[in-house]
């Protein structure tokens, strides 16, 4: 399987490319669209009453990829069920709308008679990604004021898996 391309070639909020023809037919995102790895976007107990709420938020804009957002998920969730069971709402709060395309350009002996460089490329789809704005929440946890120490330490593990910088907001 190959390897995931560097995410600095897609952190930047760009407008999304739609393929543009004198055909309207052709005016769409080829590709489809691909599996998301995200699983749950709600776990824990969806219609408990909880006494607190606390959420972390985005301190820069930027896309953030399906699989970073459900690394954050697992890391964060198997926390506060080892701990705290059923007495926690977590959910995650965007959703990887944005399509991520690469045109895979071969390197190495031959190359040349296979690709067709960058004419009028529009690349093939390889995942997709959330695009979050400066203070847009990503993650909220709902707890009793008891627990608010192990959420405030569930979000801060699953701030790690971002790559934007995180702070963690009471509310």
Do not use: W
Request: charged share 30%; hydrophobic share 35%.
């Amino acid at each position: 399987m190959a390897r995931i391309r560097k995410f600095k070639a897609y952190q930047n909020l760009e407008r999304p490319y739609t393929r543009i023809s004198k055909f309207t037919k052709k005016n769409f995102v080829r590709g489809g669209r691909p599996n998301m790895k995200i699983i749950k976007f709600e776990m824990g107990n969806s219609q408990g009453k909880f006494d607190s709420m606390l959420m972390l938020t985005s301190k820069k804009s930027m896309n953030i990829r399906h699989n970073a957002l459900e690394s954050a998920r697992m890391t964060s969730n198997r926390l506060l069920e080892k701990t705290l069971l059923k007495a926690y709402h977590l959910k995650i709060k965007v959703y990887p709308f944005h399509v991520l395309r690469e045109n895979p350009l071969a390197a190495g002996a031959g190359a040349d008679r296979m690709s067709t460089g960058m004419k009028k490329s529009f690349g093939k789809v390889i995942g997709c990604a959330a695009r979050v704005k400066e203070g847009q929440t990503l993650i909220e946890v709902r707890v009793n004021k008891e627990h608010v120490r192990v959420a405030r330490e569930a979000l801060q593990r699953a701030a790690k898996k971002f790559p934007c910088s995180c702070k963690i907001v009471t509310g």
